[in-house]
């Protein structure tokens, strides 16, 4: 089996020594170095967590194969808190048109799929994303890295979890989606630290979408508290950010955005 073959399927029922020869040969094959390897309790299971180092930068190993992503409506049913919240939004006149809290998650969250997708490394923090003048894939490109997919960005958030969140399927609405602290800063099922600030916004391959925040836009704007959160959601593309980015009068605002390199495992 190819080392990109790996499935989260298999990955998962392997013991913690099986793991480690992996991930040693898995580093070696893009140079790298392993620096830890961890079993964690994720999902009702174990779930091993690798971490290396290549050139000063760390990797977490994230695990492919066929994979569920996007937004189940049908899965999914909101909190009391959750309603007054959205509620609250509308007579301030956000929700963009949707009338229910539900119809609004089913237009901003990505749609319900299965795909399939290669094991990957993919960096731990994200980097400022390049100049302008540079575009974005070339100088990731001479580094031997490249962008994630929407998909790979999105399966590496929620690790599997079928939630809102990478987390759970709630938020502390009394708490801001921004700043030090909280579960959003906790490393995620792969240790990537990931949809962890509403300020953040990641590129991806997908020029219709930004990840992992919205450059504070609903937070800055009153949305209100849970419109504030939902752009750490792990199914959340904000179309609306990514038309911005990339129309025709723009130019990436490179001091809000940022990317999270991926080295291809061979």
Same mark, same amino acid.
């Given at each position: ?56 930068? %760390?990797?977490? /190993? !994230?695990?492919?194969?066929?994979? =569920?992503?996007?937004?189940? #409506?049908? $899965?999914?049913?909101?909190?009391? @808190? ?50 302008? %003048?540079?575009? /974005? !894939?070339?100088?990731?490109?001479? =580094?031997?890295?490249?962008? #994630?997919? $929407?998909?790979?960005?999105?399966? @590496? ?110």
């Amino acid at each position: 089996m190819m080392h990109a073959d790996l499935t989260f399927e298999r990955w998962r029922s392997l013991d913690l020594d099986a793991a480690r020869r992996f991930a040693g040969e898995a580093a070696a094959r893009v140079d790298a170095r392993v620096l830890t390897v961890e079993t964690v309790e994720h999902l009702g299971a174990p779930l091993h967590r690798v971490r290396i180092v290549r050139e000063g930068m %760390e990797f977490a /190993l !994230v695990p492919g194969g066929r994979v =569920r992503l996007g937004f189940d #409506p049908d $899965a999914w049913t909101a909190t009391p @808190a959750q309603e007054a919240d959205f509620a609250e939004s509308l007579a301030e006149g956000y929700g963009f048109g949707a009338h229910d809290l539900k119809g609004h998650l089913v237009a901003e969250l990505s749609p319900l799929r299965t795909v399939e997708l290669p094991t990957v490394w993919m960096a731990v923090e994200a980097e400022p994303a390049p100049e302008p %003048e540079d575009g /974005l !894939v070339a100088p990731l490109a001479a =580094r031997g890295l490249r962008l #994630p997919g $929407a998909d790979e960005w999105e399966h @590496a958030c929620g690790a599997g979890a079928r939630t809102l969140f990478r987390w759970g399927d709630e938020c502390p609405l009394d708490e801001a989606p921004y700043g030090a602290g909280g579960i959003r800063n906790e490393p995620n099922a792969f240790g990537l630290r990931i949809a962890h600030d509403s300020y953040s916004a990641e590129l991806s391959e997908d020029r219709g979408a930004v990840h992992g925040g919205d450059g504070g836009t609903a937070v800055c704007g009153g949305y209100g508290n849970l419109l504030g959160w939902l752009p750490l959601a792990t199914a959340h593309r904000n179309a609306d950010m990514a038309e911005f980015v990339y129309g025709p009068d723009g130019e990436y605002a490179w001091e809000t955005f940022s990317v999270r390199p991926v080295l291809t495992l061979p």
